[in-house]
């Protein structure tokens, strides 16, 4: 396990490293996740194995500490995860990054353009939502107010996402759960789609082909990004499908010119 001090009082980002070859590969997880337990098998796969890989989890989640004095917002999300990288002597890294993670992803190119030289998104955040009393994920969490999640709305969260994404979820800090969920579905200004848009980097982004079309893939694909369907999963393509993402996320990076 690696890490490195992120913040000026001294919270740490962690990660587990794989050897391998340049250019190096960061794989950043999503909302109340982990990117050791969501990409492990991903990395290792034959089609994606033998580049140096960090399986890094942001701050407030997972191996990473759980400052209660951070805001969480993606800008600051995207400055912690860039000051590591910058201290792991990361530069030029293809991330590959899940959900909240893509949209992170998608903010640290757009700040830290030396750090990024493509993005694979699965099925990422791209725009703001409304929160939704009752619903599972983000928009669930953030109709609570911070208090009132603390005081026993995260144990109402609990009992609806279930116990998969519980059980890596209740390694997040309370605190830094609700306010990373809140200021996901707020967005950013300009959004992150039209980060995304543009970005001068090869970019894809994978989505559940069950899900049907992407909403503004068309844009998306004139700007230059690589809208690509994997078939027999949900929302967690890496865990649903290994396979089919370890096949979609290698074709993308090959048809960027992956060495």
């Known amino acids: 396990m690696r890490s490195a001090t992120v913040t000026a009082e001294g919270d ?3 990660w587990v490293e794989l050897p391998g ?13 982990t990117s050791p337990a969501y990409f492990a098998e991903a990395a290792v796969h034959p089609l994606l194995a033998g580049h ?13 500490d759980r400052p209660t004095g951070f805001s969480y917002t993606l800008e600051s999300h995207a400055d ?3 000051a590591a990288l910058g201290a792991a002597g990361v530069s030029g890294a293809e991330l590959i990054a ?15 353009p030396s750090l990024v030289s493509r993005l694979v998104l699965v099925d990422a955040n791209l725009d703001p939502v409304p929160p939704t009393p009752g619903a599972g994920g983000s928009s669930g969490i953030a109709a609570y107010s911070e208090q009132e999640f603390l005081a026993g709305g ?40 039209e980060l995304l848009r543009g970005l001068g ?11 049907g079309p992407l909403p503004g893939a068309d844009a998306l694909t004139r700007a230059g990004v690589s809208v690509v369907p994997v078939p ?4 967690t393509v890496m865990l649903d499908n290994p396979e089919g993402f370890a096949r979609a996320t290698a074709a993308a990076l090959a048809a960027h010119g992956e060495p």
Not at 25 to 33: K, Q, S, W
Not at 161 to 167: E, F, K, L, N
Not at 174 to 181: G, K, T, Y
């Open 12 to 14: 740490r980002i962690r």
């Open 80 to 82: 912690a995860l860039a």
């Open 232 to 235: 027999d999963c949900g929302h």
């Open 154 to 193: 995260w144990e109402e969260v609990r009992d609806r996402v279930g116990p998969h994404w519980w059980s890596t979820m209740r390694l997040a800090g309370r605190e830094a759960l609700h306010r990373s969920a809140t200021h996901l579905v707020r967005g950013t200004d300009p959004t992150v789609r």
């Open 98 to 112: 899940h959900s909240m993670g893509g949209s992170v992803a998608v903010v640290l190119a757009a700040r830290h």
């Open 52 to 64: 140096r890989s960090l399986l890094i989890d942001l701050l407030g989640h997972g191996i990473s």
């Open 201 to 211: 980097i090869p970019r894809a982004y994978l989505l559940p082909e069950a899900d």
């Open 21 to 33: 070859r340049e250019p190096p590969r960061a794989y950043v997880h999503g909302l109340g996740a």
